[in-house]
């Protein structure tokens, strides 16, 4: 009876160490966005997305819509700077973000988060197909494009 009760106490420390793993595992990519916010995007936005001196505000955008997938092609194809002036009353545009797939997501969660205090969950997968063309651009999906022969 004793090697049961002891079989069942090691089991259950270790299925509750394992669900504190699982639960830890979005803290990373937290931390990683905000590190790629803090290296990229800072300096324009400022620290708090308030656009700090003579930078651009986060607020207020249309990118923060019910969903990732604005925020997302901003940061993988920038904006035009069809925005609001700057506080030297430059429209400045905003360059695509050079970071993998896996910063972006983090990014992108991380602004959300700073910006409408809120959370979403963005994957590696969301940034891939944000990269993809679509239907209504007028592009054609890769894997549709027709070939012609002469």
Not at 8 to 25: P, S, T
Request: some cysteine; overall charge positive.
């Amino acid at each position: 009876m004793r090697r049961i009760h002891k079989s069942l106490r090691n089991a259950g420390c270790f299925i509750a160490l394992a669900a504190l793993v699982v639960a830890g595992c979005s803290k990373p990519q937290t931390n990683r966005g905000k590190q790629v916010y803090e290296e990229y995007c800072a300096r324009c936005h400022g620290a708090d997305g308030k656009g700090g001196s003579g930078g651009v505000s986060l607020a207020g955008r249309s990118v923060w819509s019910k969903n990732s997938d604005r925020l997302l092609r901003t940061l993988l194809y920038g904006a035009s700077g069809t925005g609001h002036p700057d506080s030297y009353g430059a429209i400045r545009s905003m360059p695509p973000i050079p970071y993998t797939d896996a910063d972006v997501a983090a990014v992108a969660e991380y602004t959300w988060q700073l910006v409408n205090a809120g959370s979403i969950s963005v994957s590696e997968q969301d940034v891939r197909n944000a990269r993809l063309p679509t239907r209504s651009s007028g592009l054609q999906q890769p894997d549709t494009v027709a070939t012609t022969t002469r």
